[in-house]
Nanobody, 121 residues
Framework: QVQLVESGGGLVQTGDSLRLSCVAS????????MGWYRQAPGKQRELVAG???????NYADSVKGRFTISRGNAENTVYLQMNSLKPEDTAVYYC???????????????WGQGTQVTVSS
């Protein structure tokens, strides 16, 4: 019913930048929240940056000042600008959206397939 597609990952060097994109599509009545998570090998998935339902942004302490989340002109698109990348940023980055599906009043969480970001030292 709802699909999230991420793009923009890749292999970069320490200090480089990358911009991730996520587009949500499908039977969407409303997107209440949208954000980026990441999961490194052997670690739990963690929030990187996100928009709350109130439109506020929040960031993991480890990325504050380096990463910026933004929305596209359409509310179904979100970006993650990552600057000054470090090897510890290496992970699979996932987009998540909290969506109210058409014909319902209930919201649910939907995930993209993930995009690999690898930062070499």
């Amino acid at each position: 019913q709802v699909q999230l597609v991420e793009s923009g990952g890749g292999l970069v060097q320490t200090g480089d930048s990358l911009r991730l994109s996520c587009v949500a599509s499908g039977s969407i009545r409303r997107i209440n929240a949208m954000g980026w998570y990441r999961q490194a090998p052997g670690k739990q998935r963690e929030l990187v940056a996100g928009f709350t339902s109130g439109g506020d942004t929040n960031y993991a302490d480890s990325v504050k000042g380096r990463f910026t989340i933004s929305r596209g002109n359409a509310e179904n698109t979100v970006y993650l600008q990552m600057n000054s990348l470090k090897p510890e940023d290496t992970a699979v980055y996932y987009c998540k959206a909290r969506v109210v599906v058409r014909t319902t009043i209930f919201e649910g969480d939907y995930w993209g397939q993930g995009t690999q970001v690898t930062v070499s030292s």
